[in-house]
Nanobody
């Protein structure tokens, strides 16, 4: 089992940057693939980005490719989502999620454990 806590959300203007953090505790962090999802009001939750054990494999939604970067520091049990050139349509609650993997792979899902989320609001 793993516990996840997101932080770093806030209110910014279009074009600004934010870095979200996902701190994990519990089982060996380096055995978990980690992903970021988001959910905007009135919309379904959507995949944003994912990263494999080693950090060597990443995957992005087309809507954030080239603007967002996912990374991880296994020594700190933390995954980051650097978000640049933010747009109003990026406004959502952002969740990190974890899936135990036997191999160093990246996936859009399914994910077994979820954090509580952090709000990101981008004003125009």
């Amino acid at each position: 089992q793993v516990q996840l806590v997101e932080s770093g959300g806030g209110l910014v203007q279009a074009g600004d940057s934010l870095r979200l953090s996902c701190a994990a505790s519990g089982r060996t962090f380096s055995s978990w693939a980690i992903a970021w999802f988001r959910q905007a009001p009135g919309k379904e939750r959507e995949f944003v980005a994912a990263i494999s054990w080693s950090g060597g494999n990443t995957l992005y939604a087309n809507s954030v490719k080239g603007r967002f970067t996912i990374s991880r520091d296994n020594a700190k049990n933390t995954v980051y989502l650097q978000m640049n050139s933010l747009k109003p349509e990026d406004t959502a609650v952002y969740y990190c999620a974890a899936a135990y993997k036997d191999y160093d792979v990246v996936t859009v899902g399914p994910y077994d454990y979820w954090g509580q989320g952090t709000q990101v609001t981008v004003s125009s």
